[in-house]
């Protein structure tokens, strides 16, 4: 069912995108971005859902959390960046800046490192523990 609603936003928006593309191409531009973002709203409330039930899924298995937390919590924030920096790039192209989508990615690129910082540091804390 969700699946069927995505197909029919996505679509319905490229059809009138195509129709507005000739005499507006801002108002198309604008459709087509709005429908992004609808886009992007169901698809983060339903993985939300999803990370809940993998929680819960990995509490059940009597595991520490703080063995799992921070690596679920980096992987879910570099996944959020990397979806992000992907749609503002292609937005960009899409624009004709191409070389602004360009500089849009090598940011991301740097972000997700800095969010994946922490993760290394608690593994070689962990690393430095095991070892003494």
């Known amino acids: 069912m969700e699946l069927?609603?995505?197909?029919?936003i996505v679509l319905a928006a490229l059809t009138l995108s195509l129709v507005l593309k000739?005499?507006?191409p801002a108002i198309a531009f604008l459709l087509v971005l709005t429908a992004g973002v609808i886009l992007l709203l169901r698809v983060f409330s339903?993985?939300?859902s999803?990370?809940?039930?993998f929680s819960?899924?990995?509490s059940q298995c009597g595991l520490d959390s703080a063995l799992y937390?921070?690596?679920c919590k980096a992987v879910g924030v570099a996944?959020?960046?990397a979806v992000v920096v992907r749609i503002t790039a292609a937005l960009c192209r899409d624009a004709g800046q191409s070389a602004l989508a360009a500089k849009v990615e090598i940011a991301g690129a740097v972000l997700t490192l800095s969010v994946c910082l922490p993760l290394f540091e608690q593994v070689l804390d962990l690393i430095t523990e095991w070892a003494v």
């Open 4 to 8: 069927g609603l995505i197909c029919g």
């Open 69 to 71: 937390l921070p690596v």
């Open 79 to 81: 996944v959020g960046v």
């Open 56 to 58: 819960g899924l990995l």
């Open 50 to 53: 999803a990370a809940q039930r």
């Open 22 to 24: 000739k005499d507006a």
């Open 46 to 48: 339903a993985a939300g």
